[in-house]
């Protein structure tokens, strides 16, 4: 299971930070990641915590504002994201990956909405 | 960066097949995976590495790759089966996530 919270309506230029519990699998082995949907539109990768290398992997429209990582004592993942813009909006959704390196995308929580608007 | 290419859109009668496209450059030498999303609801993943099916995921679902095309293919289509679909991969020269655009499959 995968339970995103954290969401809501922030202001252009603010600061959010999202949470993923998860739970029913060996979390520190997996690949983690987050994928957003803005309104009406398609999937967009924005980020996965790499368990082999402990490495995070982002989007180009997203490096230097957000920032990927985990709590491995709690199973939860996060991702801090600041100077947040319009184009931003979007359903962000926690999805677990395959053990070890990425690759795809197996199983995936119900979303977090994130606003941004005056 | 690399690009998926999916067709906005794909109709099909009850009872026939239908076939998704995702191209991209040399898109056969990387694995692709799709995944189906229904109206307010989260993706599922029908196809992995290209020609892998969860159990959940009923035989008449089917994935190919070679050359610049991936394909998947939906034997029996049925209304249940009205969603959008994605295709992507995981581009291992970049360390990056990559989706096609989507296609918006409709049974009539």
């Known amino acids: 299971q995968l339970l995103e919270s954290g969401g809501g309506l922030v202001q252009p230029g603010g600061s959010l930070r999202l949470s993923c519990a998860a739970s029913?699998?060996?979390?520190?082995?997996?690949?983690m990641s987050w994928v957003r949907q803005a309104p009406g539109r398609g999937l967009e990768w924005v980020s996965t915590?790499?368990?082999?290398?402990?490495?995070?992997h982002y989007a180009d429209f997203v490096k230097g504002r957000f920032t990927i990582s985990r709590d491995t004592s709690k199973s939860t993942l996060f991702l801090h994201m600041k100077n947040l813009r319009a184009d931003d909006t979007a359903t962000y959704y926690c999805?677990?990956?395959?053990?070890?390196?990425?690759?795809?995308?197996?199983?995936w929580g119900q979303g977090t909405l994130v606003a941004v608007s005056s | 960066s690399f690009v998926l290419t999916q067709p906005p859109s794909v109709s099909v009668a009850p009872g026939e097949t239908a076939r998704i496209t995702c191209e991209g450059n040399?898109?056969?030498?990387?694995?692709v995976h799709w995944y189906q999303q229904k109206p307010g609801q989260a993706p599922v993943v029908v196809i992995y590495y290209d020609t892998d099916r969860p159990s959940e995921i009923p035989d008449r679902y089917s994935g190919s790759n070679s050359g610049n095309t991936a394909t998947l293919t939906i034997n029996r289509a049925a209304a249940g089966d009205e969603a959008d679909y994605y295709c992507?991969?995981?581009?291992?020269?970049?360390?990056?996530?990559?989706f096609g655009g989507g296609t918006k499959l409709t049974v009539l």
């Open positions: 040399n898109i056969g030498s990387k694995s």
């Open positions: 915590f790499n368990p082999m290398n402990q490495s995070p």
């Open positions: 992507q991969v995981w581009d291992n020269s970049r360390g990056v996530g990559v």
């Open positions: 999805a677990k990956g395959t053990p070890g390196d990425p690759d795809y995308f197996d199983f």
């Open positions: 029913g699998f060996t979390f520190p082995s997996y690949a």
